[in-house]
C-alpha cells in the first residue's frame, strides 16, 4: 500500500517560506534560506506533489533549533506536525545532537509532544523576529522550548 504522502529532504527554500508565511509565522518570502539552514524537509501529496507540510533544522544563536514547523491549515490534525517532527529529531540524533531549541506562539502542541518550557530572558536567542516585537507579552505570548533527544 502506497502512503499518501512524501516527505524528502528539499534544498528549494521559497515554497517552505510562503506555507511558513502564510501560517503566520514571522517568516520572509524569500528564494534563500536564512544564515543558519541545516536541513529542510517538504511533505507533500504522493499523487500531486502539492506541499502539505514543511520543517527545518536550523542553528540559531549558537543551538539547533527546530526552526519552522507548518501544516497547511486544510490538513491540520492529521499527525503530520509530529510526523514532521520525528524527521528532525531522527537526524539531529544521527548528527549526535542531544538536544533541540524552539519557540512557538502555541507552546501548548509541543508540550504534548515533550518540550518543555524554558525562561525567555536566559534561554538562547531562537524566536524569529520575536525579542524586539511590540506584540510580544501584550498580543503574543510565544515561549522558548527545549527538547532532549
Known amino acids: 500500500m502506497q502512503m499518501p504522502y512524501v516527505i524528502r529532504e528539499t534544498e528549494e527554500y521559497y515554497p517552505l517560506s510562503v506555507l511558513f508565511h502564510e501560517s503566520g509565522m514571522e517568516v520572509e518570502i524569500n ?45 491540520r490534525s492529521e499527525g503530520y506536525g509530529k ?9 539531529a540524533r544521527k548528527m549526535g545532537i542531544k538536544e533541540l531549541w524552539g519557540s512557538a506562539k502555541v507552546p501548548e502542541y509541543y508540550y504534548r509532544f515533550g518540550w518543555e518550557k524554558m525562561d525567555w530572558d536566559a534561554s538562547p536567542r ?19 522550548l527545549r527538547i532532549m533527544l
Open 31 to 75: 528564494k534563500v534560506p536564512p544564515a543558519g539552514m541545516v536541513k529542510m524537509w517538504r511533505l507533500e501529496d504522493a499523487k500531486t506533489g502539492e506541499l502539505i507540510s514543511a520543517v527545518t533544522l536550523q542553528i540559531r544563536d549558537g543551538v539547533y533549533t527546530l526552526g519552522d514547523l507548518a501544516v497547511r491549515e486544510d490538513y
Open 126 to 144: 531562537v524566536a524569529v523576529n520575536c525579542h524586539n516585537c511590540r506584540k510580544r507579552g501584550t498580543e503574543c505570548f510565544p515561549a522558548i
Open 83 to 91: 510526523l514532521m517532527q520525528n524527521v528532525v529529531f531522527d537526524e
